[in-house]
């Protein structure tokens, strides 16, 4: 690794400022707990010549229920959401999502919001977030702003973040709190691999006619960002619960994805996860809305 | 020790020694045996005494204490550290290096190049491997240039300043394109099949004809790398007697100084190579890598020179298993007997000879399986194509063979419509058959093996075992039983 | 430069680096603790585990100045020579380890799972061995040992279980 020069920060405006007053004249990169950006630093000809260290911000480290709804800090680690008991009672999903990304060391340094922000297609932190419709709160020079999940990814380790801007917080909007959720991922082994196609499934459940309400579904690593699979949802909205409905809407869904072929999988293969994925993860939520009930 | 000895006592150093705690002394001194030693020598077919029995290990003690010591953890006064460059191209002719710009860096100690190796190729069989590519580049892991620096840092940013400049070549990537005699030598000269084999036993046209069913097969392995948890190491030192020491991640160090002789155009005996406790070989780490250039690079700079691979070096710079593309065909009688067979392999050699001689041998002896065919005919070839080199990997070629023998008589059995653990036991070795190559086998207990095995999980012919899970776990508690 | 001071297997001790250099190479080269390997340098083998502040963590992908004031625990700072910790005498009992140099990665995952449940279940294990690569051992020895290691912190009877 090139040399650095580096900053480490005890809040979000500490961060913003220092953000502020290097961004302008050199290459500024945000370090959390590291692990995207020192495997991408060593092995990049490019560097940065400044880092700064947010891992001990306090306020971006706790988990907290808002009048906005549930906020999470974008430096919690997947290791803390997979123990928070607020999310594993209201979306276990989530704490599923953080279990099955990486390993325990990496889950113990690596955060929530520095996987969002490298926006690799296949994250595991996206879809569960996404099927939540997620808002994401950026701290920047002129103070906060928000951006709904689906719209702060550009695309392939691409997102709306300005240079000298931080994300700050991961929201979950108070209507879609306890929203029944599922999140499958299918990787070539159990641990330490990436999705070839990872799915989330969220819905309510009209209990007197017995039908999806607000069905929400999105994808990974069926695109060159996580998506939301537009079709498979309005098919199912007011639609009746049974088994057939949500087989038909993984079929649906594949029409949503758009995957390529790569080393790991054809884009076939994907195509068909996509199918099954997406109906098991409608099971599952439903599931868990019988158990909830 | 409660008795302190006295001036006029007597104690002998092995016995002081002897009565030290045994957790110190164990690596270091076996204990005191005296011959003849009784050893029980099974009969054949016998259990050994040692299977099944319980065994710690000398070196567990300090591999848990984290503290064996492998080449990364050693360091000596002055060490500098090397990094070679990769070619990144597979096939290529070296127009120029320009290192001019490396060797002004600050930090900078030493670069060196094809042309500073006194002989520049060597090779555990064929010597067709250059220690640094310099006219001509194989495949894209070749090095092309190595630094020595007082950082690893400056040693790799000293790497970008190297500039080569190539004439890009067609590579030769798909085995069976180099196999053709139109396709130009991946070292022409000489010919891409660069070792063949074949076993001709019976006649396989009569064996044909007496068959019943004529089946065909055709299987592909992939490259496999044994990715050892540490990966390549070496120090070299030249002192200024003119004798250099190498420490080195190095399986077979006899064979290395030869190599190491070779290539630097020094006499045997002025090279000494330390082999220390090796983090995983697997046959990887079965011939020397770049422990020439470290020893040109601490010749240059009268210092100790470490260089350790990177993960990618690993994969593209070392060793690897040999792709195997295989065809089967065997003639059965319908109830599946195996009248003849023939087979052929090729096997992707990639840029340099290595271990390919052993692994071809191996492969073509044991392509048939272990399975009675009178009529046989193997053909086996191992090719140069552009690609990271092929070598020694656990089983020498045997795992490939037997991934396509073992399917193949999957194949016949479910054409035959017959359990395939009757194909095998109508087929299989028995004792003293006659091996491929005309070996008469003792000790051949497969039959007996397989039906063990068959009746341990449980085999109902389907390929399913569900069966046998009670079954499984009764003999596991009778097992115990016996042990305890 | 960047100047770390990190409370190492309890003694505290300074070091002053460049800011890039990770938590991996300050242990192993400027302060001689050698237990912890590099085997892939991207967070992927595990070789590198240490405890920093009671979490395992990959010590190649963390900076050594993000460790400043913390606590960490590495393979030294387990055992003395002659009295082991019950997971590296359970390692040398079962023959856990071949090569050795997933080791100590190993038994500080294996530490950091224990000190957190003491009762873990075969799956636990092999969770919290998701990160530590071994190509030798196929890890079955490693999941026995740690079995027989939880029992003796729990104070229970050990028997030999094979
Ligand atoms: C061995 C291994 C296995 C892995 N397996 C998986 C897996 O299975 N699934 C998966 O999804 N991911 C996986 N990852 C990727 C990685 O662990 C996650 O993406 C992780 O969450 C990244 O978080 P971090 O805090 O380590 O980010 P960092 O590396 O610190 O940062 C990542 C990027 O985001 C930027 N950044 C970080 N935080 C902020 C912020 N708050 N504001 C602005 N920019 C920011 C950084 O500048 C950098 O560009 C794996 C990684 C490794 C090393
Ligand atoms: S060296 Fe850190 S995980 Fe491999
Ligand atoms: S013992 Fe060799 S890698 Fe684990």
Request: glycine fraction near 8%; proline fraction near 5%; aromatic fraction near 6%.
């Amino acid at each position: 690794m090139r040399t650095f020069e580096f900053f480490a920060v005890k809040d979000s405006h500490d961060a913003v400022a220092v953000l502020a007053k290097h961004s302008v004249s050199s290459k500024v990169r945000v370090i959390a707990g590291g692990t995207d950006l020192l495997a991408e630093l060593k092995f990049s000809p490019q560097s940065p010549n400044v880092v700064v260290d947010i891992s001990r911000a306090e306020d971006l480290k706790s988990i907290t229920l808002t009048d906005d709804g549930l906020s999470i800090g974008a430096v919690v680690t997947h290791s803390q959401i997979m123990q928070s008991p607020i999310i594993r009672e209201m979306f276990p999903a989530l704490a599923n999502a953080a279990h099955v990304i990486g390993a325990v060391q990496t889950r113990n340094l690596g955060t929530l919001g520095g996987n969002l922000v490298t926006a690799v297609p296949s994250m595991d932190g996206g879809p569960t977030l996404m099927a939540l419709e997620a808002i994401i709160s950026i701290a920047g020079p002129d103070g906060r702003r928000q951006v709904p999940l689906n719209e702060f990814f550009v695309g392939p380790r691409k997102t709306v973040l300005k240079a000298d801007e931080l994300l700050a917080e991961i929201i979950i909007p108070r209507r879609n709190l306890g929203k029944p959720t599922h999140f499958l991922k299918f990787g070539l082994r159990k641990g330490q691999a990436l999705a070839l196609v990872n799915a989330a499934a969220s819905f309510w459940v009209d209990w007197e006619k017995h039908t999806f309400v607000a069905p929400r579904i999105a994808l990974g690593a069926v695109a060159p960002k996580v998506i939301r699979a537009l079709q498979a949802e309005a098919y199912l909205e007011g639609r009746e619960i049974t088994p057939e409905a949500m087989a038909e809407a993984g079929r649906i869904a594949i029409g949503d994805a758009k995957p390529i072929s790569d080393f790991r999988a054809s884009a076939g293969y994907r195509r068909n996860l996509v199918g099954v994925l997406t109906k098991r993860a409608l099971e599952g939520a439903y599931a868990l809305a019988q158990a909830k009930r | 020790m409660d008795k302190k000895p006295t001036v006029a006592e007597k104690v002998s150093p092995l016995k002081t020694v002897q009565e030290t705690p045994s957790v110190l002394r164990e690596p270091v001194i076996a204990p005191l045996v005296t011959y003849p030693i009784e050893v029980v020598v099974p009969e054949v077919r016998q259990q050994t005494p040692a299977v099944g029995q319980r065994a710690t290990r000398l070196d567990g003690h300090l591999h848990g204490l984290g503290q064996t010591r492998y080449i990364d953890d050693l360091s000596f006064p002055g060490m500098l550290y090397a990094k070679i460059k990769r070619a990144g191209v597979a096939s290529a002719r070296i127009k120029s290096i320009d290192t001019k710009e490396a060797e002004a860096m600050q930090g900078v100690m030493a670069v060196v190049t094809g042309k500073d190796v006194p002989c520049n190729s060597f090779g555990p069989s064929l010597k067709d491997q250059p220690v640094l590519a310099y006219e001509r580049v194989f495949h894209a892991g070749d090095g092309v240039a190595a630094v020595a620096a007082v950082t690893e840092q400056i040693a790799a940013e000293a790497l970008e300043k190297i500039k080569v400049d190539y004439e890009v070549l067609t590579p030769v990537l798909d085995p069976l394109e180099s196999l053709k005699l139109e396709t130009p030598g991946v070292h022409a000269p000489s010919a891409n099949i660069y070792q063949s084999k074949i076993i001709k036993k019976g006649d396989i046209e009569k064996g044909f004809a007496a068959s019943d069913h004529i089946i065909e097969g055709h299987f592909r392995t992939q490259m496999v790398e044994h990715v050892p948890l540490e990966p390549h190491a070496t120090i070299a030192m030249w002192d200024p007697n003119g004798r250099v020491t190498i420490y080195s991640t190095l399986g077979r160090i006899t064979l290395g100084r030869a190599d190491v002789a070779r290539t630097l155009g020094i006499p045997v005996s002025r090279i000494r190579i330390v082999a220390t406790i090796v983090g995983g070989n697997f046959g990887g780490k079965n011939e020397i890598t770049t422990e020439p250039v470290l020893a040109l690079l601490s010749k240059k700079t009268g210092r100790p020179v470490k260089s350790v691979f990177t993960r990618p070096d690993e994969f593209i710079a070392s060793t690897t298993r040999h792709p195997l593309i295989m065809d089967y065909k065997t003639g059965v009688t319908k109830d599946g007997k195996i009248q003849a067979r023939k087979i052929r392999l090729v096997l992707d050699g990639g840029a340099y000879c290595s271990w390919s001689e052993t692994t071809l041998g191996k492969a073509c002896i044991l392509s048939a399986g272990p399975y009675n065919i009178d009529n046989l005919y193997a053909e086996a070839y191992v090719v140069y194509t552009n690609k990271t080199m092929t070598g020694a990997m656990r089983g020498f070629g045997a795992p490939q063979v037997c991934f396509a023998y073992e399917s193949h008589m999957d194949d016949i059995a479910a054409l035959l419509n017959m359990d395939p653990l009757d194909i095998r036991l109508i087929n299989v070795f028995s004792e003293g058959s006659l091996s491929p190559t005309g070996q008469t086998l003792q000790s051949v207990a497969i039959k007996e093996s397989l039906l063990q095995a068959a009746k341990r999980f449980g085999w109902n012919g389907k390929g399913s075992a569900d069966a046998g899970a009670n079954l499984l776990a009764e003999e596991n508690a009778n097992t115990n039983m016996v042990r305890a | 430069m960047v100047t770390v001071t990190i409370n190492v297997n309890g003694e505290k001790r300074t070091a002053s680096v460049p800011p890039e250099t990770t938590l991996l190479r300050l242990l192993r080269d400027d302060f001689n603790l050698t237990g912890s390997k590099l085997g892939c340098d991207v967070g992927d083998c595990g070789a590198c585990t240490v405890i920093v502040d009671g979490k395992a963590v990959n010590s190649c992908l963390m900076l050594a100045a993000q460790a400043d004031g913390r606590d960490v625990l590495t393979i030294e700072g387990l055992a003395t020579m002659d009295r082991l910790h019950p997971i590296q005498k359970a390692f040398e009992k079962y023959a856990s380890l071949q090569c050795g140099f997933c080791g100590p990665g190993v038994i500080m995952s294996a530490k950091a799972l224990l000190d957190e449940n003491p009762d873990p279940t075969v799956q636990e294990i092999r969770d919290a061995l998701g990160g530590n690569l071994c190509r030798c051992t196929g890890y079955v020895k490693m999941i026995e040992a740690i079995q027989d290691a939880a029992r003796i912190l729990r104070d229970e009877p050990v028997e030999i279980n094979r």
